[in-house]
């Protein structure tokens, strides 16, 4: 079965940086592009960053444009978020997907920003 594996949350100061990783199994990994979306409290899920299966097209949204960098590594079996000059705003958790709307969600990973 599918499994998506979400890990490098915590907590950090309004301009510092984090490495979110998750690993996939249970399918063609390389066969996917794959998506980072978040949830804040009271809101939505709402879409973060996607890659293509090779990793040569990449497409954000626009609250995280020119800060956020997504990247996969189809040897692991696993796809980054470098998260840089993080906002208060940023906070939620968040969570890889096979894209577009595959319906597998990982546990998900908590990032807070905060002072």
């Known amino acids: 079965q599918v499994q998506l594996v979400e890990s490098g949350g915590g907590l950090v100061q309004p301009g510092g940086s984090l490495r979110l990783s998750c690993v996939a199994s249970?399918?063609?990994?390389?066969?996917?592009?794959m998506a980072w979306f978040r949830q804040a409290p009271g809101e939505e899920r709402g879409f973060v960053a996607a890659i293509n299966w090779s990793g040569d097209s990449t497409n954000y949204g626009d609250s995280v444009k020119g800060r956020f960098i997504i990247s996969r590594d189809n040897a692991k079996n696993t796809v980054y978020l470098q998260m840089n000059s993080l906002k208060p705003e940023d906070t939620a958790i968040y969570y890889c997907?096979?894209?577009?709307?595959?319906?597998?969600w990982g546990q998900g990973t908590q990032v807070t920003v905060s002072s």
């Open positions: 249970g399918y063609s990994f390389f066969s996917y592009a």
């Open positions: 997907t096979p894209y577009p709307a595959s319906g597998y």
